[in-house]
């Protein structure tokens, strides 16, 4: 039996626990620091190492132990804390980049200096800033339409865009000055108009593989209100596809996947093994890229691996092996919808240490465990996301219904948000979309 080594314990591991499991029978060790009941449940004879994600003796006394056939690594931290060279060091291959491409998402700014230098499509008007010199003019030049991006790794909380978050000039000068004091570096973009979109592909470090599209919806509140959160919920389409794209536009971002990873192998003399997840946005003429990052979303991975046909080993170990070139990865032609359960106050004064109960869960209804703490008397809150319910139908309407009911059957301090995946809010960005392509 294959043993797999996963780093991570939210419910994106969680996911990805399962789909290893479903593939085939396999030993996992998972590395998390609080005890995901989830992944518990699915480590098939492996152990669960209650450590930090980015605790390297931890992860290193592990492996050596245990020598796992390969590694998969859920978060971003890790993947920047230069994990996955550590265990390359101890000859354990992981289905995940190594720190020189994970840039690709820790570094907004080599991500978008890798797009202009090889000629991509993609990438608005930007510019890279180090200091304040020059500042006010871009910003004057954007005309208050602008997005400012912090240059690490925030939490999701590092990007800023005018009219969302600042208003006028003055503020996005006064953010950028912040972030400058902050890592010494700082993107100022031109702001896009259109409908933002999830397009992850498998990639062995030349050849990709495409997943279903998916819409993940950052605000917390109903009708796209409140602050950012790490995502509340997600939706994608039976056909791969979604309601407000056209095929070109998901071919469009297709290639500049396999375009960045090229340039990215050129650049670096390193091959980007494993999720290369692309934000994109539909606007009134094609497909820009908003931002990658170097492992699978969440909510985004329950959407994905809940329809997955192919075998999960299988795809690990032709990433691993660079062997993906021909490999069909196939999907099933269902519709999923996610509703994250997130804790009364989440994200900026969650409720924590609170006891939830799950009731009954409808058939087709899955659920993912992210930030709980499972004790002997039950699930308590730890904080953040708590749990992910995915409903999964032949349409749209069905997978939200079931998410629905399963999100309903939670009992505790918690809110979800009521509209991701129905059909008012889908119809409204179809609506907005075809006014501005006209
Ligand atoms: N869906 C947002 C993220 O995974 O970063």
Do not use: W
Not at 76 to 81: D, Y
Not at 145 to 171: F, I, P, Q, T, W
Not at 249 to 255: K, L, M, N, T
């Amino acid at each position: 039996m294959k043993k797999i080594l996963l780093i991570g314990n939210g419910a994106r591991e969680h996911a990805i626990a399962e789909t290893l499991q479903r593939s085939e029978a396999v030993e996992i060790f998972a590395v998390g620091k609080t005890k995901n009941p989830g992944i518990f449940g699915l480590l098939g004879g492996g152990e669960y190492l209650m450590k930090d994600v980015c605790d390297a003796d931890a992860i290193r006394e592990l492996a050596i132990r245990v020598k796992p056939d390969f590694a998969v690594v859920g978060p971003e931290a890790p993947i920047a804390a230069g994990i996955v060279d550590m265990l390359l060091d101890l000859g354990v291959h992981s289905a995940s980049p190594l720190q020189t491409v994970g840039r690709l998402e820790s570094s907004k700014a080599f991500t978008r200096d890798l797009v202009e230098k090889y000629g991509i499509p993609g990438n608005p008007e930007y510019k890279v800033f180090y200091d304040e010199n020059g500042l006010a003019e871009f910003f004057e030049k954007l005309g208050g339409e602008y997005v400012v991006k912090a240059d690490g790794l925030k939490g999701g909380k590092g990007v800023k865009v005018s009219g969302d978050h600042l208003n006028g000039v003055a503020e996005g000068i006064a953010y950028a000055k912040e972030c400058l004091a902050d890592c010494g570096r700082v993107v100022i973009e031109e702001k896009f108009v259109g409908q933002e979109f999830s397009l992850m592909s498998f990639c062995d470090g030349v050849n990709t593989a495409e997943m279903p599209c998916v819409q993940d919806h950052k605000r917390a509140y109903e009708g796209d209100k409140g602050p950012n959160t790490g995502g509340m919920g997600t939706y994608s389409d039976a056909n791969h596809s979604l309601p407000f794209l056209k095929t070109s536009d998901v071919e469009e971002a297709a290639d500049i996947t396999r375009k960045v990873a090229a340039a990215l192998l050129k650049e670096t003399g390193c091959e980007f093994k494993g999720v290369m997840y692309g934000g994109f946005i539909a606007v009134k003429n094609g497909v820009r890229l908003i931002e990658y990052n170097a492992r699978f979303g969440d909510p985004e991975a329950m959407n994905v691996l809940s329809t997955l046909k192919t075998n999960f080993v299988d795809v690990c170990e032709a990433i691993i092996r660079g062997e993906m070139k021909g490999m069909k990865v196939e999907f099933e032609n269902k519709a999923t919808v996610c509703k994250y359960l997130v804790p009364n106050g989440y994200p900026d004064n969650a409720v924590k240490g609170v006891k939830i109960e799950i009731g009954n869960l409808p058939a087709g209804v899955k659920a993912y465990y992210a930030s709980v703490d499972a004790r002997e008397d039950g699930l308590y809150l730890a904080g953040s996301r708590a749990v992910a319910m995915i409903g999964m139908g032949s349409d749209i309407a069905e997978a939200e219904k079931l998410a629905e009911e399963g999100a309903a059957a939670v009992k505790g301090p918690v809110f979800y948000r009521k509209d991701i995946g129905t059909k008012a809010l889908i119809d409204e960005r179809v609506e907005m979309m075809k006014g501005l392509r006209g």
